[in-house]
């Protein structure tokens, strides 16, 4: 069993959606939860952070963490042409360590 | 939040040679690390680049193939050598900043094709 699984997709959604990405984790010791969004040909850029459970909001973008489910979920609503991109989630159980990430999924949102 | 500078953002590399990609934070930092992403996956961890000492290689990489320096606490290279088509990747340098040092920031990138 892989550490992070993500579904690939690809994700369509028209403009104005809700937005629902989600990711699963096989070890309870990973504390540090993050998203990143990859636009094509560009580095990651480091969207939301949250540590150990909980929920945590910035603007339209809301990052959850079960711990009990090991399942960490990424929301973005009133979803925009600009927020097409690969949306990866990763991981690590210690701060400022070396992140494990997930496969990425391709979101591609219409206007 | 850290701002990550790499050199070359690409280039076209021949079967057999070896390129180094250099990576600049406009801050010290302590940590910082390099990655691969091949065309269609997702980061993978190729080792910790230590200030001072020999850098710490994720299993599958070793440091003949992938020799690494960091000489301060702002820079760190990164050198693909005898390259074949299977290294055709992305190369991405990352560090750690924020106030609490836990927060893990990416350079755009190095996009290597190997013919």
């Known amino acids: 069993q892989k550490e992070v699984e993500q579904d690939p997709g690809p994700l369509s959604v028209p403009e104005g959606a809700i937005v629902s990405l989600n990711c699963t984790y096989s070890n309870s010791a990973f504390q540090y939860f993050m998203w990143y969004r990859q636009y094509s040909r560009k580095g990651p850029e480091l969207l939301m952070y949250t540590y150990s459970s909980g929920n945590k909001e910035d603007g339209r973008f809301t990052a959850q963490v079960d711990k009990s489910s090991k399942y960490i979920s990424l929301f973005i609503r009133d979803s925009q042409p600009s927020d097409s991109a690969t949306y990866l989630c990763a991981i690590s159980n210690q701060a400022g360590t070396a992140l494990i990430f997930g496969k990425g999924t391709t979101l591609s949102v219409s206007s | 939040s850290a701002v990550i500078s790499q050199k070359p953002s690409r280039d076209i590399c021949q079967r057999g040679t070896s390129l180094t990609i250099q990576c600049q934070v406009d801050?010290?930092?302590?940590?910082m690390f390099w990655y691969r992403q091949q065309p269609g996956q997702s980061l993978t961890l190729i080792a910790t680049a230590n200030q001072g000492s020999e850098a710490t290689y994720e299993s599958g990489f070793v440091i003949d193939k992938f020799p690494i320096s960091r000489p301060n606490l702002t820079f760190s290279t990164l050198t693909v050598s005898n390259m074949s088509p299977e290294d055709s990747s992305i190369y991405l340098c990352s560090a750690v900043s924020g106030v609490a040092g836990n927060t893990i920031y990416f350079g755009e990138g190095s996009w290597l094709t190997v013919v």
């Open positions: 801050s010290q930092v302590t940590m």
